[in-house]
T-cell receptor, first 111, second 116 residues
Framework: SQQGEEDPQALSIQEGENATMNCSYK?????LQWYRQNSGRGLVHLIL?????REKHSGRLRVTLDTSKKSSSLLITASRAADTASYFC???????????FGQGTRLTINP | DARVTQTPRHKVTEMGQEVTMRCQPILGHNTVFWYRQTMMQGLELLAYFRNRAPLDDSGMPKDRFSAEMPDATLATLKIQPSEPRDSAVYFC??????????????FGQGTRLTVV
């Protein structure tokens, strides 16, 4: 079964708006990562947040982590058409080296 | 520019045939992952290696799938015999894991497998 679950499964917004995606996970983690996948391509790493961090920024991306609720959110500000992709959270489970992915959120930015 | 290379990019094969997918991880990375992606199941971790040793292949059907790393520059995923339900995109990813930390995983472009 998947460790992480993204919400919503699909999101469609207008260019320039902000997009927020959420991820919930089940077990204790060392870190949580967000990836982007364009159609027909491999996944590309966006940002990593450690379990002792609460918020992290990278350009137009803002990630938060709430370990008490076992959840994370990814905010993309001032969205662009090029942000259209699927976004996945991935967790590294404590005590294991494997990276487990959620089902992803499919984001569509309408021009 | 360093990247994970997977071959072939596309493979169509008949049920019962053997399929071998290859991956060249990024030089210097010590961890290799194999994932399978389908619409229904999403991204499933099949197996992963650290310093060429298999650490976990519990996600892989043992009766028909096998994963190996003959050397640091090559990882292989083999299906024998293949079945239509194996149709999926198979991704290889590599990363550098130091101590208990895991850094980002770098993904290849995937092998799209169709078993007819």
């Amino acid at each position: 079964s998947q460790q992480g679950e993204e919400d919503p499964q699909a999101l469609s917004i207008q260019e320039g708006e902000n997009a927020t995606m959420n991820c919930s996970y089940k077990t204790s983690i060392n870190n949580l990562q967000w990836y982007r996948q364009n159609s027909g391509r491999g996944l590309v790493h966006l940002i990593l947040i450690r379990s002792n961090e609460r918020e992290k920024h990278s350009g137009r991306l803002r990630v938060t982590l709430d370990t008490s609720k076992k959840s994370s959110s990814l905010l993309i500000t001032a969205s662009r058409a090029a942000d259209t992709a699927s976004y996945f959270c991935a967790t590294k489970i404590q005590g294991a080296q494997k990276l487990v992915f959620g089902q992803g959120t499919r984001l569509t930015i309408n021009p | 520019d360093a990247r994970v290379t997977q071959t072939p990019r596309h493979k169509v094969t008949e049920m019962g045939q053997e399929v071998t997918m290859r991956c060249q991880p990024i030089l210097g990375h010590n961890t290799v992952f194999w994932y399978r992606q389908t619409m229904m199941q999403g991204l499933e971790l099949l197996a992963y290696f650290r310093n060429r040793a298999p650490l976990d292949d519990s996600g892989m059907p043992k009766d028909r799938f096998s994963a190996e790393m003959p050397d640091a520059t090559l990882a292989t995923l083999k299906i024998q015999p293949s079945e239509p339900r194996d149709s999926a995109v198979y991704f290889c990813a590599s990363g550098l894991v130091l101590r208990a930390e895991s850094a980002e995983a770098f993904f290849g472009q995937g092998t799209r497998l169709t078993v007819v």
